[in-house]
């Protein structure tokens, strides 16, 4: 008898579920967004706080798309929109983005570093994609 009223207070409604990720990811997105603020000054000046949001969310979106989950690989997309442009994976300008990104033989550390070797060989040439 004391056990089932001791697994009667464990147990977590799907909708309490659903507000504790809710509360998480929103958290997270908070934290991104000052990390932003912060490492990525002059680059992040040019929005407002919405719109620096709306570029958050939009990452968070394209991170999951291309199979990211772990919070520093979410935040490596988010950057790369930053640095290079919010549509950099699949903007024409930046064509070498899309294969890296859907190679299922790469796992994400290694998604991450051939954008990022990617990025640097395209940003030493002074290419520019459309921005927001």
Request: glycine residues 4%.
């Given at each position: 008898m004391e056990e089932k009223?001791?697994?009667?207070?464990?147990?977590?409604?799907?909708?309490?579920?659903?507000?504790?990720?809710?509360?998480?990811?929103?958290?997270f997105k908070t934290r991104v967004f000052k990390y932003l603020r912060k490492y990525f000054e002059e680059q992040t000046a040019?929005?407002?706080?919405n719109d620096l949001f709306k570029i958050i969310n939009n990452g968070t979106k394209k991170a999951d798309l291309y199979g990211f989950i772990y919070e520093a690989h979410i935040v490596k997309i988010i950057e790369f929109m930053i640095l290079i442009c919010d549509?950099?994976?699949?903007?024409?300008?930046?064509?070498?983005?899309h294969p890296i990104l859907t190679?299922?033989?790469?796992?994400?550390?290694?998604?991450?570093?051939?954008?990022?070797?990617?990025?640097?060989?395209?940003?030493?040439?002074?290419?520019?994609c459309n921005t927001l």
């Open positions: 009223s001791r697994s009667q207070l464990l147990t977590i409604r799907s909708t309490q579920y659903d507000a504790f990720v809710d509360l998480k990811v929103n958290l040019q929005f407002n706080d549509d950099f994976d699949v903007s024409q300008e930046t064509g070498w983005a190679n299922k033989h790469l796992n994400p550390n290694e998604k991450i570093q051939f954008i990022n070797e990617s990025y640097l060989k395209f940003s030493k040439g002074e290419k520019q």
